[in-house]
Each structure stands twice: as structure tokens, then as C-alpha cells.
């Protein structure tokens, strides 16, 4: 199973497509988003985050939205143990 990037890089690549196709520069995107451009930068340094709120309006107001996708998750995995009773394993989240 593939491990989902962290929702910053995708901002991070968004932003440089923003900056490099449209030539917005980092305070057009603050003052578009109403974002400062101190808390987008903690956020792209991976130093801050955003709720699910913020960074909905951030999309939006940038021409963009989210979206989920089902994936498959594996079933737990059952293990021995030492042998006696038998543990239940499930996949990192």
C-alpha cells in the first residue's frame, strides 16, 4: 500500500504552478487565500498546519478544491506471538 503524501507537498507543488504557469508571486497568493504569507510558509516548512477549513478556503479561493479517493486497505495481519494466543497486527496509519 502507498503511503499518501504529506497534503503540504501537494500545496508546495501547487503553489510553484501557480507562481511559475500564472506568475503570481507568494504576497498575491496571501493576499488572494487571505492567508499571511508568514503562516504559508510555516505551512510549506512543515513547521505549521492547517485545518481542513483553512486549507479548504485556501484551494478554493487559489481555483481548486479537494477531493478523497477510496483506497484498499489490507486486512489486519495475524501473528503467532510466542506461539500462545494469537495478536492482532494492524497496518501503520
Do not use: H, W
Amino acid at each position: 500500500m502507498e503511503i499518501p503524501q504529506d497534503y503540504r507537498d501537494t500545496l508546495q507543488q501547487l503553489l510553484d504552478d501557480l507562481r511559475l504557469k500564472q506568475g503570481m508571486t507568494l504576497s498575491q497568493i496571501s493576499k488572494r487565500s487571505g492567508m499571511s504569507e508568514q503562516m504559508i510558509m510555516g505551512v510549506l516548512r512543515k513547521e505549521r498546519n492547517l485545518s481542513a477549513r483553512s486549507l479548504t478556503r485556501l484551494l478554493n479561493r487559489m481555483g481548486y478544491s479537494i477531493s478523497f479517493e477510496k483506497i484498499e486497505i489490507p486486512p489486519p495481519i495475524q501473528v503467532g506471538g510466542n506461539g500462545l494466543v494469537p495478536e492482532i497486527i494492524s497496518p501503520a496509519s
